[in-house]
């Protein structure tokens, strides 16, 4: 198959839209319809590999496609930092239809086409943020994907999940409107262009109150990042399928947030400029706090999926925080982090949904002795788990090490501190989960548990292909980090 | 024949309103209309290239020389309107007959199409005439027939809300004649080219000053600007489906024209908003107006009544861009004439399918409904994201350029109250989305079918319209600014 970069990159967006097409069409047989996403997830896979292998000798890939008005073009490119992304989503989105299938079908779910459909269609919009060339690309693909996630939030259909989705959809697109956009406007109005460029596009001069007030807008209106206080949406988001927790809320829709900071962080405003501004001190701290009160509400949630919930929240802080820092370990960690992160935390909904489908069970204070029932479930929850507390031999090490040494650079030592501490707290509200599935006797009202066994094998094979990555993360971290520094190499 | 254009364009339906008596079947009656309109657009577009490549074309009517006689001119604003009149009335009476057929009486359908065809005529008579009187006069021919339009709803309420109208409207007109009669005592002309020569010499008579005002509070009450607007609400509501239609698309925009055509070109810029505090008006009204109509919105039942406020919403937004008086501005004003006729014109004649089908338009009525009438219900959905301003729609194309016009001006209060604006648009349309996807049907309603061919083919040419033209601007953003630039007298 000899197709040029550019088609390739058009493809990775195109190929999602046309398995919608597929899984429509195929909507009478459900095998078919499967087989039909996995397919595509394969080919949008290979796609994206490729296109890493280009970017790695060096080669330049642009996409023009329109121009809506002057100077807003649609426009793609690719580039080290949407690659991190664009690589772990396509990779995650395999796996997740492989566990969507055994979760949905034991589940007896509704209206699987939609879902599907819908599914794909966030992939596709997380595919043009990914390789957006320039912000106005960026925000389109960015309502798309709020747009295409609400059917998957409120796919149960009851009143509790319309109120979740209200949330959503509510937080989400007011965010986006009423800052992001206000933010990208003056941004256009100030600098002519709204392309990502290497150092920024703001020139020197800039007036510093502006900017940093801009900034302000753009952490505020990025809402998928979940700082505090627009966070609310995430816990409210959880009433959707666990497929769809997992993927979306761990990794697509929320690493869309960060990963849209970031690039503002580095390609818009440049982290020359953004150590200068005097509100990033405030927003450090604002990250900080998040990730802090987000850990100790974590600690109190008794719902599984709830306390994943306000951990993602916590840990979004730490990769905004590392953006801001605006040193290059603190960006390199925070590239990172989103890699690491996103294994971490998708293995841990994937356990949160196997437990769910194999034992019924969604509260933390009903899983003990779960271990003796569900062994490799609970080991894997464990692995996760120590990947998101950064302790070795999982992935997590080095992105925490990296913003750790990013906080040491910045001489941010109460941010150092806060990292600190919320690992503790990490600990504190992971751990004692798989400590007492493996260590405590099944309370009595929980008798039935001798009945339960392992969730059907699609979703152990997911599970174990999502933990094998967090360890190989650790061993293997070199691609990663590779790219991760190449986001600020130029500047060196 | 390319000469005689200007007047063609509104002789067409005026000369084939009284034959559709002769046509007895309706049937007939309602093909006529449909042609006679098209020949209007096909025109339209004709003067619309001849205005873009040679500029103004002023037509003496019965060959009288201009300042003595009337003048037809027709420059690039009139043009724009007159494409947007005759193509929303077109586009629309494809799907007259269904829709009459369910809510008008069989004998009265030919008095629907000659009323309709007399409308028609008054617009494009207001927006091609370059004399004041002549203004007058075609006002009262498209206001007389809007009423017997109202007045034909089948629900008694219709009656009551013609009359309303009836009297905020006479008012309007009279206040108009009046302005119209002052300019003419101080200057002996109605010639509009020839009064904004003649104006700026007896400018500082406190004749004039009357006489502006009085013009541009009749047509205020016309274009329903708050607190002028409550005529409007009732008369949208009870009117027939195709008359809401056609109106909510182009009543008010003619309304503006006048506006634009009276402070703009008549009386001159310096005169309206250096002399007048007439920016500071408009703008706190057009805020005013945005919040208040918005805010009423989600508090109505009726669905009708619903996008007849956020109708009146849609006109604060282009009072701002007036307010403004820079041509970036304008051009947001223009440009949203343009979308916002697409975006109601598609969302109202989607009510009117639901009326086919329901018999009403209670938000009761819409449970159930994303699964009965998907098609319908899909392009209501669209259409209001179009409203709220989703990229890739005509919504974001203006709500960019109004927002461009503010930052240029250093409003940043304003620019954030506007975006705030239409978060209020995403809670009453998101209304109508969660009732009709998430609610199960009535108890005891019968279930319906997908709305006729017929409604659907306009349906969706408008929704198609609405992310073509929101995605190649090129026609809608060079002719608004165009236009623009010309009233500011910056180019021919």
């Known amino acids: ?10 493809l990775t967006i195109t190929i999602p839209l046309l398995a919608i097409l597929g899984i429509i069409t195929a909507r009478k047989s459900p095998n078919i319809r499967e087989a039909i996403t996995i397919t595509a997830s394969i080919i949008l896979l290979y796609i994206v590999v490729k296109l890493y292998q280009s970017l790695l000798s060096g080669k330049t890939v642009d996409v023009f496609w329109w121009e809506i008005m002057p100077n807003l073009s649609i426009s793609f490119s690719i580039e080290p930092l949407g690659m991190i992304f664009a690589l772990i989503a396509s990779f995650l989105w395999l796996i997740t239809t492989l566990y969507a299938i055994g979760y949905m079908r034991s589940h007896q779910e509704e209206n699987q086409t939609r879902f599907y459909s819908c599914f794909a269609l966030a992939i596709s919009a997380v595919m ?18 709020t747009l295409s996630t609400y059917p998957l939030v409120t796919h149960a259909g009851t009143e509790k999940a319309k109120q979740g989705g209200r949330v959503y959809l509510g937080i989400l697109l007011s965010t986006s409107i009423a800052f992001f956009l206000l933010a990208i406007a003056s941004t256009w109005f100030i600098t002519g262009t709204l392309d990502f460029k290497q150092g920024g596009i703001f020139s020197t001069n800039v007036d510093k109150t502006i900017a940093g007030a801009l900034l302000v807008l753009f952490i505020f209106g990025i809402g998928k990042a979940a700082i505090m206080p627009f966070h609310r949406w995430l816990p409210a988001a959880m009433v959707a399928p666990t497929p769809v927790s997992a993927l979306l809320h761990a990794v697509a829709v929320v690493k869309a947030g960060v990963f849209t900071i970031l690039k503002i962080c580095v390609y818009i405003f440049g982290i020359d400029l953004l150590v200068v501004l005097p509100t990033t001190q405030f927003l450090l701290y604002l990250a900080g706090a998040s990730v802090l009160l987000a850990s100790l509400v974590a600690m109190r949630q008794d719902n599984l999926k709830a306390r994943l919930a306000y951990s993602t929240i916590s840990q979004l802080g730490y990769i905004t925080m590392g953006a801001l820092l605006a040193t290059s370990a603190g960006v390199i960690g925070s590239s990172m982090h989103i890699a690491t992160h996103a294994f971490g935390k998708i293995t841990l909904f994937f356990c949160a949904g196997a437990i769910l489908v194999a034992a019924h069970k969604s509260k933390i204070s009903e899983m003990r002795g779960l271990g003796h029932h569900m062994p490799v479930t609970m080991m894997a929850f464990f692995i996760a788990s120590l990947s998101i507390i950064g302790v070795p031999p999982t992935g997590g090490t080095w992105s925490k090490w990296f913003l750790l040494i990013g906080t040491m650079e910045a001489e941010q030592w109460a941010l150092m501190v806060v990292l600190m501490l919320s690992s503790l707290l990490n600990i504190a509200y992971l751990l004692p989960i798989p400590f007492h599935a493996f260590f405590s006797k099944a309370l009595p009202k929980d008798k039935d548990i001798t009945a339960i066994n392992e969730a059907p094998w699609p979703s152990l094979l997911a599970i174990s292909i999502t933990t094998l990555g967090c360890l190989i993360l650790f061993i293997y971290p070199q691609p990663l980090f590779d790219l991760a520094t190449a986001i600020i190499a130029s500047r060196n | 024949m390319i000469s005689h254009l200007p007047v063609l364009q509104v002789i067409v339906p005026l000369m084939a309103a009284p034959l559709c008596l002769l046509l007895k079947r309706p049937q007939l009656v309602w093909l006529f209309s449909l042609f006679a309109s098209a020949i209007a657009f096909i025109i339209s577009i004709l003067l ?9 074309i002023s037509y003496e009517l019965g060959g009288w020389k201009a300042p003595w006689g009337i003048e037809y001119r027709i420059d690039k604003l009139n043009a724009f309107l007159l494409l947007i009149i005759t193509a929303i009335s077109t586009v629309v009476l494809i799907a007259a007959q269904t829709s009459l057929e369910k809510e008008i009486p069989k004998e009265k359908h030919t008095l629907f199409y000659i009323l309709y065809l007399l409308s028609l ?3 494009l008579g207001i927006v091609s005439t370059g004399d004041a009187f002549n203004v007058f006069v075609f006002l009262e021919i498209s206001s007389l027939s809007a009423y017997a339009l109202i007045a034909l709803g089948n629900d008694r309420r219709a009656l009551w809300a013609s009359y309303q109208y009836l009297i905020m409207g006479t008012i309007g007109a009279t206040f108009i004649l009046i302005g119209i009669g002052l300019m003419y005592q101080m200057t002996g002309t109605l010639n ?3 009064l904004s020569q003649r104006l700026p010499q007896v400018a500082q008579t406190r004749t004039v000053f009357t006489a502006f005002v009085f013009v541009i509070v009749g047509v205020c009450l016309k274009l329903a600007l708050f607190p002028l607007h409550l005529w409007l609400p009732n008369a949208y509501a009870y009117a027939p489906s195709i008359v809401t239609v056609f109106f909510a698309a182009t009543a008010t925009k003619v309304a503006i024209y006048l506006l634009i055509r009276f402070t703009f070109t008549v009386f001159g810029l310096s005169f309206s908003f250096a002399t007048l505090p007439l920016q500071g008006l408009f703008l706190t009204l057009g805020l005013a107006g945005i919040f208040v109509a918005s805010s009423a919105a989600i508090y109505q039942k009726n669905v009708k009544h619903v996008f007849a406020y956020s109708s009146i919403a849609q006109v604060g937004y282009i009072m701002v861009g007036i307010s403004t008086s820079t041509v970036t501005g304008l051009t947001a004003t223009l440009l949203h004439m343009f979308n916002h006729a697409l975006m109601k014109s598609a969302i109202f004649l989607a009510l009117g399918a639901v009326v086919y089908r329901m018999g009403t338009i209670q938000l009761s009525s819409f449970h159930g409904l994303g699964r009965q009438m998907p098609l319908t219900m899909a392009a209501i959905t669209i259409g209001g994201l179009s409203l709220i301003g989703m990229p890739l729609t005509v919504g974001f194309v ?14 940043w209060p304003v620019a954030v109250l506007i975006l705030l604006g239409s978060l209020l648009a995403v809670v009453y349309v998101w209304r109508i989305v969660e009732v009709a996807y998430f609610k199960e049907p009535l108890a005891g309603s019968v279930p319906v079918k997908e709305a006729p061919v017929m409604f659907l083919i306009p349906i969706w040419t408008l929704i198609i319209a609405n992310i073509y033209f929101g995605i190649d601007t090129r026609l809608s953003v060079q002719v608004a600014q165009l236009a623009a630039q010309s009233l500011f007298g910056m180019s021919p």
């Open chain 1, 1 to 10: 198959m000899i197709l040029s970069l550019e088609v390739m990159l058009q």
């Open chain 1, 128 to 145: 043009g943020i990914a390789f957006a060339d320039n912000l106005f690309t960026l925000f389109v693909f960015y309502e798309v994907l």
């Open chain 2, 48 to 56: 619309l290239q001849h205005v873009m490549t040679s500029g103004v």
């Open chain 2, 121 to 123: 005529t008054g617009m």
């Open chain 2, 192 to 194: 509009m080219e020839d």
């Open chain 2, 398 to 411: 203006s709500k960019w350029y109004l927002l461009i016009a503010l930052i240029e001006q250093g409003w």
